[in-house]
């Protein structure tokens, strides 16, 4: 108390040459305590608990009881030895790639054509982004019933003479996974297309000039001159949303549940499944730990290299 | 004369392709937009329309029918979610404001390496934390309900709030702090009387990416909300599909009553909601 009223006397009479020591001692802890709280929770919940969930994953854990019998790396050889974790794999992977090509693909094409300095481009703009604000489960809920081969899309499709794009989509195993694809795609791309747009529109005039006064076409200049400016883009856009669909959980379990049998199945998912509906702890752990790795090699590089940039800023 | 020569080929060049371009805008635009005509066009139907008609035929007889149904199941939930968003999206806006002007503005030795093990904590699955989240907050008698889910989103907030506002205030110039300094401010009464004012901005652009990213928020509701009356709307949405399996204009219309609250914000507020979304990249 008596600290904290000759804090006070300082801070409103300052003595002459600076302020007492006693002062600056104590304010100057001030900043620690502020982000102290952050700082202990990020602590427990982020590292502490992946701590944790790496000790589950090395136990036999399953059942409603704890069970911490250690069985070293079983919980992972077992895992990568089950068809399902294996289908798990393969579609988060095949998934990933489709996402990510649908997102950059047509989030470049619209951000190009967002660029081209014409008339109501803001309308566009928001009709690309404005599914970045809706939830998953939303978009899931929709989607699930567009991509119903007997009441949804194929409707439409029969109705406009487009009879071939006619597909089961989410009730056949071939074509599950796309139906996913569509839906995530549909949510995500206005997030490429923000960040190309972006970078689109902080490329200097002059530059566009130059690549013209030398001779070059329109297209050489967008080869030769914009292309390469958007490399550091595409790969944030792709670590970013890499990491997002290497997650995905939502748009599975409101539009397909895993199924048509494993079709698609994905990790995030399933480790939610062993884990709160099967009561396999130590698996879910296990699976959880995979998700974290596959997440963190993408990410980590990426934050390093953030960081560093900023450093030199 | 040198100027009009380099704008007129622009001017030719432009006609043609403007109405390509448009052409091509419309086309993608029709993707993005079926959605919201069929969450529309099918809230307005019967339950026999709906199993009578295509998905993309106006409502003959437009109803609010299914309005009424998906308002009676959802809205407890739709409060739940108000009472879950407001308290966690203050308090990891305040945190993150705290966090950011401390790492912006107090550095010390290990700041920079302290940030990244923050930001990290905003890329982790949330898988490789529910195990040990599940039981802790069994432990302190927070898990089943609304409590528990604010603690959770409250702390898995710190790292982008803290992103936002750290990037926010480091374009503050370091002077206007030294001169408080010297007139014997102290580091509560700077961020009180300086940083907090200048910082609305950063404040909306926070507080609308959390309220947004925790309303829509599926994961950690439907595993830590174990208790039916405190679901948060997601989770009784998706709840919705189970109950009225067939009925797609309860579903629709609970879909559009969901999504609208963050839509109203985007509307409003849009361009903050753009650069919480950039800033999310580490690059805003």
């Given at each position: ?25 104590w304010d ?9 709280p952050?700082?202990?929770l990020?602590?427990v919940?982020v590292?502490?608990?992946?701590g ?14 704890p ?7 079983r ?10 974790f294996?289908?798990?794999v ?8 489709l996402?990510?090509l649908?997102?950059?693909l047509?989030?470049?094409?619209a ?7 014409l008339?109501?481009t803001i ?22 019933w567009?991509l119903n ?18 597909s ?5 195993t ?15 791309s ?8 972006a970078?689109?529109?902080g490329?200097?005039d ?6 013209r ?6 297209l050489?200049g967008?080869l030769r001159v914009?292309?390469?400016?958007m ?10 949303l ?11 379990v ?21 884990t709160?509906?099967?009561n396999?702890?130590?698996r879910?752990?296990?699976?959880g730990?995979?998700?974290?790795v596959?997440v ?18 | 004369?040198?100027?009009a ?6 001017r ?29 066009v ?27 149904a ?31 002007y ?18 990290f ?5 949330y ?9 802790v ?5 927070l898990y089943?309900?609304l409590?528990?889910l ?7 907030g ?8 750290r990037?926010y205030?480091?374009?503050?110039p370091?002077e ?20 907090v ?6 404040f ?5 990416w ?7 928020e599926?994961?950690?509701a439907?595993v ?12 009784a ?11 797609y204009q ?25 650069r919480?979304l ?7």
């Open positions: 108390m008596a600290v904290a009223s000759s804090g006070t006397a300082a801070r409103e009479r300052p003595p002459v040459g600076g302020r007492s020591l006693r002062h600056f001692a100057s802890l001030t900043p620690f305590l502020l982000i102290a952050s700082v202990v990020i602590a919940f590292y502490g608990f992946i944790y969930t790496a000790y589950v994953s090395t136990t036999k854990w399953y059942g409603i009881n069970d911490y019998t250690s069985v070293g790396l919980q992972y050889t077992d895992l990568f030895g089950l068809p399902r294996q289908a798990d393969s579609n988060t992977i095949e998934f990933t790639i996402f990510l649908g997102c950059i047509l989030g470049f094409g951000a190009i054509l967002l660029d081209q300095k008339r109501g309308f566009f703009q928001n009709v690309f982004l404005f599914p970045l604000a809706i939830s998953f489960v939303v978009t899931g809920t929709v989607w699930r567009m081969p007997n009441f949804g899309i194929n409707l439409l499709f029969d109705q406009v003479h487009l009879g071939f794009l006619k089961p989509w989410l009730a056949d071939h074509t599950a996974l796309y139906g996913l694809v569509i839906a995530a795609t549909w949510q995500m206005g997030f490429c297309m923000a960040m190309f747009l970078g689109l529109r490329i200097p002059e530059l566009r000039e130059a690549a006064v030398d001779g070059a076409s329109e050489q967008f914009i292309l390469p400016l490399r550091p883009i595409t790969l944030s856009a792709v670590i970013i890499g990491h997002i669909s290497l997650k995905i959980f939502d748009l599975v409101v539009m397909t549940n895993g199924g048509p049998g494993y079709a698609t199945d994905m990790p995030g998912f399933y480790m939610f499944v062993a709160f509906r099967q396999l702890y130590g879910g752990a296990a699976i730990m995979v998700l974290l596959m963190a090699v993408l990410i980590v590089p990426y934050l390093v290299w953030s960081m560093r940039q900023e450093v030199e800023r | 004369m040198s100027a020569t380099t704008i007129t080929p622009r030719r060049w432009l006609t043609p392709w403007a109405v390509f371009g448009y052409a091509l805008l419309l086309v993608v635009s029709v993707f993005y937009l079926l959605p919201v005509y069929v969450i529309v099918t809230s307005l139907k019967s339950f026999i329309e709906v199993s009578h008609t295509t998905p993309w035929q106006l409502p003959s007889a437009p109803t609010l029918e299914p309005y009424g998906a308002i009676e199941k959802l809205l407890p939930s739709f409060i739940n979610s108000v009472e879950l968003v407001v308290p966690a999206t203050l308090l990891s806006a305040l945190l993150g404001s705290l966090n950011g401390v790492l912006s503005k107090w550095r010390f030795r290990g700041a920079d390496l302290l940030f990244t093990l923050l930001l904590g905003m890329f982790i699955p898988q490789s934390v529910l195990i040990p989240m599940v039981l907050l069994e432990k302190i008698g089943g309900g409590p528990g604010i603690l959770v989103h409250v702390v898995y710190i790292p982008i709030c803290t992103l936002i506002f990037n205030y480091a374009a503050i370091n206007v702090l030294e001169a408080a300094r010297i007139d014997g401010a102290t580091v509560l009464g700077i961020y009180r009387r300086i940083l004012p200048l910082s609305i901005p950063g909306v652009v926070v507080l609308i959390q309220f947004t990213s925790i309303w829509n599926f994961l950690f439907l830590i909300v174990a208790d039916p009356d405190q679901q948060p709307i997601t989770v949405l998706n709840g919705l599909a189970g109950s009225l399996l067939a009925q309860v579903q629709m219309a609970g879909a559009l009553m969901t999504a609208l609250p963050p839509l109203v914000i985007y509307v409003l507020l849009g361009r903050y909601f753009i919480g950039l800033a999310g990249s580490l690059k805003g």
